[in-house]
């Protein structure tokens, strides 16, 4: 999921994903090339950072949603209260085969407006 994400960005905001982190080197910001803003974060965690009581670890990503968008994918269980961001603004998605990519690409680009604007 993570390539398919990489590629959408690439192709769909020319944006490229930046490693910043060296103690997390699987981790990387997707920002907007104008104003440098974060749009999106892909990492790696532990499961229990959203699932109590979960072991093992997940890949996430991190987006910036309108509050409807939010309210609407936490009822359905589609997402989480953004690990360590705002927990108003942004939400976690867990990277698996539970979320449809087109869903998923809606989201990141809801993100990308929003930051955009």
């Known amino acids: 999921m993570r390539d398919k994400i990489i590629s959408y960005a690439r192709e769909r905001y ?3 994903p930046e490693y910043l982190w060296l103690k997390t080197p699987d981790a990387f910001v997707l920002r907007n090339n104008n104003n440098r803003k974060w749009y999106a974060i892909v990492m790696r965690v532990k499961k229990s950072v959203l699932i109590s009581d979960a072991e093992g670890f997940i890949d996430i990503i991190n ?3 309108e509050p ?3 309210e609407c994918l936490l009822s359905e ?3 989480f209260p953004a690990y360590h961001m705002n927990k108003k603004n942004w939400i ?3 990277l698996n085969d539970k979320i449809d990519f087109k869903i998923l690409c809606n989201i990141i680009d809801e993100s990308y407006n929003i930051i955009n604007g």
Request: with cysteine; aromatic share 6%; glycine share 6%.
């Open 68 to 70: 409807f968008t939010r």
């Open 92 to 94: 976690s998605v867990i």
């Open 14 to 16: 020319a944006t490229e």
């Open 63 to 65: 987006l910036r949603c």
């Open 77 to 79: 269980g589609r997402c």
